[in-house]
């Protein structure tokens, strides 16, 4: 069975974050668009402008938040290292524990732990770090390959915003469309998230369109 573009990016990529990137680069390219509507109302539209403004945009941020993502996971893996180094220093076998418990809380996680199964769970960490060596921090290819699909994901979301101006010589026209391809985008955004993480996904597709919208008209009030 071949598998889908989406099981294929979950491989690169955590589903929650793919959607999070897509949901980031489809109102930033929304927030072109609907103020591209308020110039076109008062002094008209310069088409060209406006597509080279929404791709760069986009292309920008996608930049921004790929190197983010590998800032963020290389202070995450130094952070683990140096919670290592702190566990193998630990004075005592109960300052140890204490500092799994702390870095690893399992009282957010959606199930009730009994108190002995939540102790062999610190115990099992405490004995397999008592075992391991350090590793020296450094970025993987995977870690790579997840900053080069966020780069793609934000990029390509300017996409449905400008493909209607390359079809439409109309400019109010193809604005419109372009603003109902991008609102059609968070409703399956929605979607998609809620069918992964076992949401409802009409009402969590409805919810994002809300969401987006508002989100759009907060940055466009603000200067955005």
């Known amino acids: 069975m071949k598998s ?7 491989n690169i990529i955590d589903p929650g974050d793919a959607l999070g990137e897509v949901l980031f680069g489809l109102i930033m390219a929304l927030t072109w668009t609907v103020g591209s509507r308020l110039i076109l109302e008062q002094e008209g539209l310069n088409v060209r402008e406006l597509v080279i403004a929404t791709i760069g945009c986009n292309v920008a941020w996608g930049i921004i938040d790929a190197v983010l993502f590998v800032l963020g996971t290389t202070f995450y893996k130094s952070r683990r ?14 300052s140890a ?10 009282e957010e996680v959606p199930f009730a732990a009994k108190a002995a199964d939540r102790d062999a769970l610190y115990r099992s960490l405490l004995a397999l770090a008592g075992r391991a060596d350090p590793v020296k921090v450094s970025l993987s290819k995977a870690d790579l390959g997840a900053a080069i699909a966020i780069f793609l994901l934000v ?6 915003a400008v493909a209607p101006f390359l079809f439409i010589a109309n400019a109010e026209l193809a604005l ?7 609102i059609l985008l968070l409703f399956v955004t929605g979607y998609a998230w809620a069918s992964f993480s076992g949401g409802r996904p009409l ?12 989100l759009v008209s907060i940055a466009i009030a603000l200067g955005g």
């Open 97 to 106: 524990l204490t500092l799994l418990e702390k870095e690893f809380p399992i």
């Open 4 to 10: 889908s573009p989406f099981s294929s990016l979950s």
């Open 81 to 94: 290292l140096r919670l290592f180094r702190q566990i193998k220093a630990a004075k005592s076998e109960a």
């Open 155 to 160: 990029s390509a979301t300017s996409l449905p």
């Open 176 to 182: 419109r469309v372009s603003n109902l391809f991008l």
């Open 203 to 214: 009402r969590a597709g409805v919810t994002m369109i809300c969401l987006g919208l508002l």
